[in-house]
């Protein structure tokens, strides 16, 4: 039995949990993911799945966009559900973003878990190239949970105007 036939891809979904009701990824997407990230190429699976390595990279790349969609959508809700919120526009020094943050905390009586240093490492890194050097080029909203968990997310042009 070769490599290929010895992974049982249900057993596997069912171990780790997987329910095809309760997930936004179709089963037959969890598969192809189950079987890439087991290393097999899309010849390797779609030949498993009586199928064309087309077929394949298909319901790989709609898998992919449905897990960042719900990795979009759970921090559209944090975002949401947060008690500080915070506009920073753009041309902002990155470097007086702590400060905003930390006086909407405390008006909110919200502690923030992060030092000033890491707070900035963490809305850079979240704004991708809305923050280039020091300077924020987009403008950006700064969200901080109940638990002081920081989310940064790059409001839509038509949103960021009527702030």
Do not use: W
Request: with cysteine; aromatic share 2%.
């Amino acid at each position: 039995m070769s490599e290929n036939e010895a992974l049982d891809v249900d057993e596997l979904l069912d171990s780790i949990g997987f329910d095809g009701d309760e997930n936004v990824l179709t089963r037959r997407q969890a598969e192809v993911l189950t079987l890439r990230e087991r290393g097999r190429s899309q010849s390797e699976i779609a030949e498993r799945l009586g199928t064309s390595r087309a077929n394949v990279s298909s319901i790989e790349s709609s898998a992919r966009e449905n897990i960042r969609k719900s990795h979009e959508t759970i921090a559209f809700a944090e975002a949401l559900q947060a008690p500080v919120r915070v506009r920073i526009d753009a041309e902002t020094d990155l470097y007086d973003v702590p400060d905003r943050v930390y006086d909407a905390c405390d008006d909110a009586n919200v502690k923030v878990t992060q030092s000033a240093p890491d707070l900035m490492k963490a809305v850079s890194d979240a704004a991708g190239d809305a923050v280039v050097g020091r300077e924020v080029t987009a403008s950006l909203v700064v969200s901080v949970t109940t638990n002081g968990d920081i989310n940064v997310r790059r409001p839509e042009p038509e949103q960021a105007d009527a702030s």
